[in-house]
């Protein structure tokens, strides 16, 4: 029964350690077209059988108290962290597929684009920082994914504001160090080798900002910080995300009360230690 397994498949992937889950079916355009064999200095080929018809995307979050840190290498230990999680939890569930007798092929930033799989599976949106936005985190989380042949019940995509409130805030923009995110209108062009043409969006010069991360040691967060939908729960901040869902007129209004309320600054460190 795919619809029971794909409750099955859930519950065991947040016993794991998942903050969220979602299911779609894989679409071939997000595949890597090839991987890279760094010991024999070549390109080779992705093969993914046809018979992996859906892909599981997992949601890992970041400790909110940490990113406030960002850039700093305290502040590091949030993305670090979530990485960490992320192996164990991602093959342990890969595994109990394939004790239930079907295949899966687990898998982190390799193999296949994970934004757009995590989008399909109605995890967030996508935004102006170019990575995913969930409505419970915000853009404070890491993502892996599995391939499965495991017959299961697709979730579907969702809207809930970001593409329209990313259309009037900058924020994260403006406090990128390496200046890689677009500012103003989205486009389907291209502005560097990592990027390709034909889907609408911001596209990051990652480019630019691999340089900087690997000039700063790893350090930084800043656009997940600074982004207003990186908040806790609460019910002020979900008051705030039913009104930019509803009444996206008032976006601009909630960009401001955001940074007259002084959200997205960064924290001290030495304050982290000491509470």
Known sequence: DPSKMSKVVKKVAKAY???LVGICELDRRWLYSHRQNVLEKRYEPVEIPEEYKYAIALAFEMNYELIK???THTGAAGPTSAYGRMPLTTGSLAQFIRYLGY??????????LSIPIAVDAGLGELSRIGILITPEYGPRIRLSKIFTNLPLVPDSPIEFGVWDFC????????FCPAQAIRRGQPTDK???????EGLLR?????EKCFSWWARSEGICSNCI??????KLSGWLHETVRWGVNNTPWLDSLFIKVDDLLGYGKQAEVERFWDS
């Open 202 to 206: 911001w596209p990051v010069d990652a």
């Open 225 to 230: 910080r600074v982004c207003p939908f990186n």
């Open 17 to 19: 350690g998942a903050s």
């Open 190 to 196: 291209i502005n560097n080798i990592c990027n390709r």
């Open 103 to 112: 295949k899966a092929i687990p898998m982190g930033n390799d193999t296949a």
């Open 167 to 174: 259309m009037k805030c900058e924020k994260c923009a403006n």
């Open 69 to 71: 840190l960002s850039p």
